[in-house]
């Protein structure tokens, strides 16, 4: 269950690496995550996350009981302190293991939203060319001189 536990990380740890730089390896694990996420994959990466929840519950109940027997019986023994030893690190693994799913599935929503928003820049920008092109620009001149009159004018009634 260690090795299991530990390579999961590893390669969630290498995913989120991924994601933050703009490599062309990026693209790809875009491509597997947003496949990952349509169809039964939801459903499935929900069962998965629960049941290593459910798995950590009990391992953290299990060392809860073992810190009570401690408690009452004043010493523990050395199995005891093993079992402890090996509980808590599978816990501390899987909830590492759920911390990292959790910053993968965000990382991978802001960069599709940020894909999104940088789209809709470059189609306003374009539309905002199109509107200086066809004879906005005039507009905007014109506007940029009556403002100018109509500063002047303020000017001279304030002196008067």
């Known amino acids: 269950m260690l090795q299991l536990l530990f390579t999961v990380i590893f390669v969630e740890m290498a995913v989120i690496i991924v994601l933050c730089f703009k490599t062309p390896l990026r693209k790809l694990v875009l491509m597997v995550l947003d496949r990952a996420k349509r ?15 459910v798995v950590m519950l009990s391992y953290i109940f299990s060392m809860m009981m073992l810190k009570k027997r401690w408690i009452v019986d004043g010493n523990a023994s050395l199995t005891d302190e093993i079992i402890m030893a090996k509980n808590l690190l599978e816990t501390t693994l899987m909830g ?3 911390f990292l799913s959790l910053v993968i599935d965000k990382l991978h929503h802001y960069i599709k939203e940020l894909r999104i928003r940088r789209k809709t820049m470059e189609t306003a920008k374009k539309q905002g060319q199109g ?16 403002i100018a009159t ?6 001279q009634l304030e002196s008067d």
Do not use: N, Q
Request: aromatic share 2%; glycine share 18%.
């Open 96 to 98: 590492g293991l759920l």
């Open 131 to 146: 509107f200086e092109d066809a004879g906005g620009s005039d507009k905007v001149t014109a506007l940029e001189e009556e």
């Open 39 to 53: 169809g039964r994959g939801p459903v499935i990466l929900k069962t998965v996350g629960g049941t290593v929840s």
């Open 150 to 155: 109509l500063r002047a004018r303020i000017k």
